[in-house]
């Protein structure tokens, strides 16, 4: 039978499977970008595009790292009713504070080989030559790309296995790409050096698109912090609601409940906003594993109003490569308005504070699912 | 200044933010779905569409529960190279050795509210009430759809709190939308004859869209078991290595490296065959996260043969409702060729089983670096 | 060389140790039970005995599943300076307000085999089988002991492999060992009629004397619950701080420091207040594990009181057997005045809720390293 | 009612409760250290002691860190048949062998404060603040102690908590007790200096005597490593099974068993050989917590001999302070023959190798509770 890889184009293929099974894939063959851009690059086997709808909420107010301070308007591509309107009401509330106060850290992207040894003793021995030569090392990774750089590692012996997790600065890209390739050179490196043999240039020691708890305590990509203090009046006019309540919400579903689930994301729906936010603009969808990941808290101040904060230790992105480049992508990139991944992160965190906000406090007053039903819309995301 | 939800269609909305912005988005404008298919559906604030590559995998051989022998294709949208040659790869190798066996459970989609009592003994007496009343209850939670049933129920008291977990069969639905409508006709039944408060509807004991043990544990939406016999000949002639170095791959990486890395994905990549394939059809993208966590096993048989197995205690999905109605998803879902969720979900389990094995051939033998390199391709995706 | 089990009592082979390491052992050899009674039962090589200091606090009172009212002295084998008092405190504290409401669920000790399986299909299939013939199962199981019932069973399939986890209610006695025996004839019914071999009669999904999240999720042992409201002036008085203050430690330090270490304990020192316990009543002390879980919870309420509550959800205890039978412990457990095994959970359930109280009570007000101070004594246990 | 602290000493005391409970506690008045030994340093309320059977394991080759070769003796407080004896059979296996091959680092002891501040920014501030005076925090932490070293401090920052985990080396000592001294030190400057405000001393984030993956990951007080390697013949003579099975009860038992338990210890019972030499050497019982965690490897090699490890990242254990000073727990560490906390820590590694390889030997050949009847003894200790 013939492959689909053989065929010359995704017209050929596509009417090759139109036949095949009998079926049309019309809509399919409507896409906007060039075969030749793709191939090889983003996909094989190519028959089309898959089109997803595209709102945009906000905008939001961000300060970062307490400097600038910038209105952002959020593309959010999602098949999720009320994703959407809930988020961009988050927005409102957050904005009319005084807008989200957001910190990034940089952790870097992590790639972790494992190596096999003859013993306890000559893993040992290897950790301490990759410590003892880390500059050779990072200068050996860094030869693969220009745009690299090696920040540290971090090392676990465990029977004949040594575990080393690599950290690297890739500039504006996710990196995930780049940080292979390096860690190869210095595999190669580390193997001739200590005689350590690498089982897999990846030990689930990454740990890349599982949840885990490693990437939770050490961060892995951007770390993101957002806050934002909202008071009663807001509360009540924007979100329908107290601070007591949301207070409430957050204390007996986010944590108690997360904690009774033996979760470890203590939030409301951070997956969701970034699931919208990362096919608006063309991340690795694989990685909202990690984005899942982090804790909401929410106290009632002393004046009564109401502080809001969102954390993730692990959100994975990038502004160039990857899916970044695709058309309707770089669009919904430029809708966005911003100079490079730092900023990027910023108003993820952003985004994020405002439609975990949102949805706490729908549930904290129970119209979430009378808002469905009025809207007929679905009520899958909000949780 | 004027909302984004004041504008009466996709191009005017469109055009506020073009000029506003002074931006250009012509490629976000050409989508082939109808407007009000999505608004107050789908989608809020609409813009437009985001564009994302597709292209076909397998065709894969699947033994559904050891009766339908099938033949599947697997339509795949991503913006990671190299992610559906493998996925191609391990279909060919797993269906020249008979194909993939796969079993479903349908536990069901879960939604977990969290009430607040008086003390330990009300909710005690609420927990009790509700088990004596499930009859009753789970017809006051019926009422609500005709495509739903109440399964069973799942009880956890601490503090002043009482969780919840109702599971729900909901046909070919996904049935998140579904099961919150139904839970709020089950809490306000609780509530009036216990006492008990409800605080939220969904308490984190759901646990929706949030890695967490519970779910590991007790299973989410389906269960999805796969396997496959792998002589050393189709090991070597399609995937270029041995079942013993698979083994080795799979013991030090996917086992000893998660449990170092204290993760719920004892497995390579599951995430990254899910993600593309619920972009492709139309699922709710932030599943994925339900999606990443399971087991891989493999072992080398007496006769040296290679056993390899996938286990997903949750995956979350459905045929009807959600993304699944838009129409480049609806031609993807008649691509598969699949009568309903079960055999959509077996589909998906038989991907992953081949996507799975094709990644860890590949780092066992470490081509993949090289392989990228040579396709100029993204590694981000492999592992 | 001379075998140390070759020795035909106590006094020689300690002789010998003593020769051989040119020692003295006096201390050691002054023991009050009799050698026959423990060889063979509780130990090997037995040169003498380790003396514990034994305090006593309490009295607590406790009110079981809102039922009897009783007062309790709680017998503390410990090293640890400050940990009687401390917990003496929390019992003045509690018994001022009432007493402490205890709940006890008797949940049953788990043994868990892990079964070989050829494929997939015969792990389902013997799982099948069991959940059919459980009444048989539970027949042949309960023929190796007339203080034991099979309770009942759950499942798990990944790759070749089946999972059981046998609950078995077993009385006065904490069972493991009962649960072990009767698993084994189980065992041999399940591989005659299934196929299925045994790998080994502990599978890890007992789980015992390891943190595990199913423990946590499904319950081992006993459930405990207790709770306690306390007015602001005894909190004063006794505690010397706040509710306020109380409430504050809880969140910030016993649910968000949990979450951000990913904790199994989200309290502050169950597991020394259940080692001291432990020791004194003939406890396995291997068992602190499971102990060691859980999570409190404290509220200010309406008017100002303190609600505080503990959940423990595998106490792993029981009244005969085991290190129960021995002099001191014997002594130890009269000193409770219990009768039983559930009276006796019930008082760990108060003396426990009492401990934790008064160490976060002394963590609120920032006294604790003041009083270790003052009186000399060790810090160590305080958290 | 006249409170117990009010008796002059343990026998008026002791009178006074078996007055009042109208019993005898003849057996618990027969101890042998002085009261004033005791009071104010390990006990309150002291009525006599606890004697626990006192059995001897071994003896068993170490060899440490590739460097010094000696045999030990282990001491073992336990009241559960089978261990001694159990533990002894392996040391029997792995001296035969060559003996164990230990590490042992000295990660250090931890506390971990929690400081609440105004906003995400005053902790980012104070957390700048701690890494740029980190020497003048050590030198006022070690002002409070000769014997304690400040080796580093970690930092996490979360809504407004600021989380900071001290790293203490404490010589010869297990130390918390210091530890809790010097970061009050600590904790008063940072709070002069950044105007954050310390919460609680102890913010779970040390993590004490709590199963945490933070301890897992990052290890605290001494992270274990040891190893042997044991030819088909020592299996088979000492423990007659075969290296193939024990590799196979620990990949489906230890390995799968305990991904699928959601379990910390991926092992089979640490906990019971170090509970046992704990009691018998004045080691705090609680932190047989952090000791049940850890992961066992097992391979065939190429000779068909098998590789056997154990590795534990949190041992927390001293050799002054507690209650090591107590005369039966002197007598004990005596017949240890150890000279400081290190060379003990090894011994403790090769009694866990030991005993960890005697147990899963015997699960491999389904001699467990055949074992355990003709002795009959308690099998709860074994897995």
Known sequence: MKSLRDFKDAKTRREF??????????????FNFAEDQVIGRNIENLIGAIQIPLGVAGPIRVKGQGVSVKDYYIPCATTEGALVASVSRGCKAVTASGGATVY???????????????????????????????????????????HLKLLKADYRVVGRNLFVRFYFDTQEAMGMNMATFATEEAVSLIEKKTGAECVSISGNFCVDKKPAWLNFISGRGKKIWAE?????????????????????????????????????????????IIAAIFAATGQ?????????MGITTAEVLDNDDLYFSIYL??????????????????????????????????????????????????????????????LGRSGKGKA
């Open 284 to 292: 690795d969808l694989a990685h909202v594993v990690e984005g899942s």
């Open 104 to 146: 990034v850290e940089n952790v870097g992207i992590t790639r972790g080989p494992v190596f096999k040894t003859k013993d306890l003793g000559q893993a040992m021995k290897a950790e301490i030559w990759i410590e003892k030569h880390f500059k050779e090392l990072a200068k050996t990774a860094q030869s693969s790309s220009s």
């Open 228 to 272: 934002a203090i909202l008071s009663q009046k807001i509360i009540k006019d924007v979100l329908k609601t107290t601070p007591k309540k949301v207070v409430e919400v957050v204390e007996r579903k986010c944590h108690l409940g997360s904690m009774m689930s033996g979760s470890l994301g203590f939030n409301g729906h951070y997956a969701n």
């Open 17 to 30: 499977l139109e036949k095949e099974l009998n079926i049309n894939l019309d809509k399919i063959s409507g």
């Open 313 to 374: 230790p692990a959100l994975i992105v990038g502004t160039v490569g990857g899916g970044t480049n695709l058309p309707t992508q770089q669009e919904a990139l430029k809708l966005m308005n911003i100079r490079g991944v730092l900023e990027y992160s910023m108003v993820v965190g952003g985004a994020i504070l405002a439609g975990e906000l949102s949805l706490l406090a729908s549930l904290s007053e129970g119209s979430l699912a009378k808002a469905h039903r009025k």
